[in-house]
């Protein structure tokens, strides 16, 4: 296949698809990864799609989160390893509150593996797959307003029903950890959800990898001083440690 044409049949994908990952189109063309980097490069220019570490996909004005498909792709050895963590923090018999996020998945996905006794609240149809076959976890879902880029229910119904639900702890993450702001998030939705999530746990564990330190968006979840436990995979700067210890933070490196 000549390059024009394999950059029209990636176009036509995306247009169907909404979002391409460069090793699934690497194996369909049967060229290199390198190669498709190339291509997905040049449609950038053209203002076709928006790159990201391993995929693009196609820009929409309502919502600019990075579709769950290529999110599930980035940095996934760096949200295993959080997640290998996390679970070590979860007992038989505890309600679990997990978001819609890839790292929290992770734990969702070992709380399968591992075989825990426990019940999950979640907004996150991801989570809810991972355990429709599951002996042990029970499993609460909160219905709302469908986002599909992240296949999670949101809005006020999902916020409501989360309202009058508790649990032992929760776990969540975000779009950007702020040392002055806290954590923060693209999505006001989102953002809604998690801070709720936070609030109605007896102990939350905020669960990001080191891409998320230092950034800011637009909608707060929640202040440092909200979270108990911060777990990431990288040692953080001794700025952020000496944050952490005033606000009273407890920081777990996998």
């Not at 929290?104 to 019940?119: L, M």
């Amino acid at each position: 296949m000549l390059a024009i044409q394999r950059l029209k049949a990636i176009e036509k994908i995306l247009n169907e698809k909404g979002s391409v990952i460069i090793s699934s189109l690497s194996k369909q063309f049967k060229v290199s990864e390198e190669t498709i980097r190339r291509d997905l490069d040049k449609l950038e220019k053209t203002n076709v799609l928006k790159r990201v570490r391993g995929g693009a996909y196609l820009q929409s004005e309502s919502d600019k989160q990075v579709p769950l498909e290529i999110r599930e792709k980035i940095y996934l050895t760096e949200k295993q390893e959080i997640a290998d963590r996390c679970i070590e923090f979860i007992e038989d018999g505890d309600t679990i509150m997990i978001d819609s996020s890839t790292t929290a998945v992770c734990v969702a996905q070992n709380i399968h593996k591992y075989e825990k006794k426990v019940t999950v609240i979640t907004n996150s149809i991801r989570v809810v797959e991972e355990f429709q076959d599951s002996k042990w976890v029970k499993v609460i879902c909160v219905g709302g307003g469908l986002r599909k880029r992240t296949k999670s229910f949101i809005g006020n119904q999902a916020l409501n029903q989360l309202t009058t639900l508790h649990a032992n702890k929760a776990f969540v993450s975000c779009t950007a950890v702020n040392k002055k702001f806290g954590a923060t998030d693209d999505s006001e939705r989102e953002a809604e959800i998690r801070k709720k999530m936070i609030a109605n746990s007896e102990k939350s564990f905020l669960v990001v990898d080191r891409t998320k330190f230092d950034n800011l968006e637009s909608h707060l979840i929640c202040r440092l001083e909200d979270i108990d436990v911060i777990v990431t995979e990288e040692k953080l700067s001794a700025d952020w440690e000496e944050a952490l210890k005033k606000t009273k933070v407890e920081i777990i490196y996998v």
